[in-house]
DNA sequence: ACAAAAGTGTTGTCTTTACACCCATGG
DNA sequence: CCATGGGTGTAAAGACAACACTTTTGT
């Protein structure tokens, strides 16, 4: 969808190709620079910014919509994308938006019945991506992107603010039966690395030497015999995600006794 | 909607009411007889068992729809409600139906072009409820409930069970850092009847003397002054809930370290 | 007095936390 | 040789798991 008569296409005749009153809206994690990220893309002659999001094809699986989504923004297609909710309670989900509203935030006319007018609900998806790998692809409604620090986000469109502040808690819960970092890191990391990620996810200090202790004692990662030079210190040894023990604790979960 | 004509008029207008392609699916969670029991509707005219459910009105939040839906059905206000998921992926998620298989279903002739045939996402809610509490009302597309065992699930319609299966999983997930109880129990309970009520939950044996140690060491519940005679045997003390405490722990989540 | 269910405390084991010194590397 | 960051082990405290006998009550 990057040309105007295309995007006019969808405004019009959309709703034969996707299901109305329903989208999806992605909160896409990437890991860089010691600091948990987000994508948001600016929606054209605008300034504000908003979640990577989509509409569900007429006889899409929801979650194939979800992926195809993703992928048409990142590029990326092997990555941890998981539901976490679906929004239908702010304000501006629970009333139908009026043509000139919708000019006023996209620039664009539409017709006062056209179905992107109608009240939507948005079902919320949250992606782990590794960072360098992605590519951002913007569309004819968005003309620029942005990896935002999550504790630096400006004011979101629609209610993408509470949209993401839920996705964030929903991985913080997570993260405590489940292991998360395969998908945002590389292949092959240092201890510090994926150390400093779980801070940063959690939001808070772990202990530089327990850490490492209870991901070994889990199996979730191996030490390998390679190390990376860091410039003027000393190197660090590499890892890597043991990858059956990782998937098994995925499928099982990581049980916290009572 | 108790009558043929007012069933009739919402397969043919209710699309002015209610968003069409979103329904609300409830499992309602009751504990009776030390079995965590759910309600089941029967549909009208067919053997089949389906999860009680509803529309959501056009201009109704998502979450004021789901207390309604479920008030309608057990005639209860205060109770503890969670979205847990929405589906789209199965079969029936993904395509129409025909006004052939609605019939056979339901017993209602619809016109082909009936927004009821649509393809129609479910968005799964969960409900604890105290058993006792709860007086049932069918309506037009149901003619009889009934309180069944988790375990002892019949076939349900569409893909329900697997939408049940999906809840008793968030549930047994949330139980380790959230408190649940409150509102599956009685004001007053005695140590064995929460005891068993977690067991049954989680579908494993704990301890009966490290049980409530727990619960106490967590301030989650408080002794009463107070014994329950139950015939032939050693009358148990009555507990109560620590509201206070409880809606902390509510909030901020038990968590467990890592 | 007997049967059935409730009440209660201790100990060993495991898990978690706290904590500081030496090593490698490049400039 | 210095600055910076990486690597590593131990001990104390707390949490968890396992376990059995006594009390109450109604019949």
Redesign the interface.
């Known amino acids: 969808m990057n040309t105007e008569e295309e995007a006019l296409n969808f405004v019009k005749y959309g709703h034969k190709q996707y ?4 989208a999806i809206d992605c909160v896409i994690f990437g890991y860089y620079d010691q600091q948990l990220k987000i994508l948001l893309l600016r929606v054209k002659g605008h300034n504000s910014w908003a979640l990577p999001g989509g509409f ?1 094809q ?8 979800a992926y195809r989504i993703l992928q048409e923004r990142t590029n990326l297609k092997d990555l941890f994308l998981q ?1 976490f ?5 702010s304000p501006f ?3 139908e938006t009026s043509a000139k509203e919708f000019a006023d935030k996209f620039g664009l006319e539409v017709e006062e019945n056209s179905w992107l007018l109608e ?1 939507t ?1 948005s ?1 919320g998806y949250f992606a782990l991506v590794d960072y360098s790998k992605v590519t951002v692809t913007t569309d004819f409604f968005t003309d620029a992107y942005q990896w935002c620090d999550v504790s630096e986000l400006p004011d979101l469109l629609f209610e993408h603010n509470d949209v993401v502040e839920k996705a964030l808690l929903t991985l913080r ?1 997570q ?3 489940q292991p998360i970092g395969y998908n945002l890191l590389p292949e092959k990391f240092t201890l510090p690395e994926i150390h400093v990620l ?1 801070e940063t996810i ?1 939001g808070k200090e ?1 202990d530089r030497r327990n ?1 490492p202790k ?1 991901l070994l004692a889990l199996g979730l990662i191996k030490k390998l015999n390679e190390q990376r030079p860091i410039g003027a210190h000393r190197s660090p040894f590499l890892y890597q995600f043991d990858k059956e023990n990782y998937d098994k604790a995925l499928q099982e ?1 990581i ?4």
Chains 1, 2 share one sequence.
Do not use: C, M, N, S
């Open positions: 299901l109305p009153h329903v569900i007429r006889r899409e699986p929801l979650t194939q919509a539901q909710h679906t929004f239908g309670d989900r629970v009333k009240r609900l079902i819960l993260i405590y039966h779980y959690l772990l850490f209870k979960g049980v916290h006794a009572y």
